[in-house]
């Protein structure tokens, strides 16, 4: 079930989140450390044939330091340094026998995968028809540029916010005012759409922008989130 309410104001912006909203972060990721596992014999370092156990628990590990990070509580080198330690301690092995070429080769890797959730492509040449694109992500520089090259997403948007050139991260106001400001919007008429409700959803509700909730995985909606989505092609429907 779908739940959405009539928007206010007639929109002429529409500001997007990369990862885990057009840009399949978790599959992406999934597919690197699938590769690297073997390539640096995880299976015998953890006396485990599968990687499953390696990428839940890292997969776990990452969402919660990405949380962390989004308030400013870790840096960035933390963020990445804890994601594989504090993985190898939850499976039993010691951090220090972590190779620091696979998290390089991981950095390489993982932006150049093109997994995209389903329509993002088709909803967004749909939508650049009669809406302002842009993008705000909380990811890191070099990575979200490389996402957006390799996947072909760049050409729709026509301002890039990533919270690390800015200096200031999702959810705190100032980053939307920030890209209000630079793309000339309004924030009434704006609308953001992102899966996290803390960075995306409550952060540009809070700076007084409409907020859509992409929702892939059907999580329960809030009370205090008016819009929600399953997938990205019903934006088609209702924008």
Known sequence: MVYLHMFNQKKRDIFFDLDHTLWDFDKNAEETLHELYFKYKFDSLFDKESSTR??????????????LYHHGKISKPELRKARFADTFTALGVSPELFPEEFELEYLTICPQKTNLFPDAHETLAYLGEKYNLHLISNGFKEACETKLEKSNLKKYFKHVFISEVIGVNKPDPKIFRF??????????????????????????????IDAIFF??????????????VLGLQELQSIL
């Open 54 to 67: 390696f990428i839940e628990t890292y997969t776990v590990n990452n969402h919660r330091l990405w949380g």
């Open 179 to 208: 890209a209000l400001e630079t793309a000339a919007a309004g924030a009434e008429a704006s609308l953001m759409v992102g899966d996290n409700l803390d960075a995306d959803i409550r952060g540009a509700m809070n700076a007084g």
């Open 215 to 228: 929702n892939p995985n059907g999580y329960e909606k809030p009370d205090d989130v008016p819009h929600m």
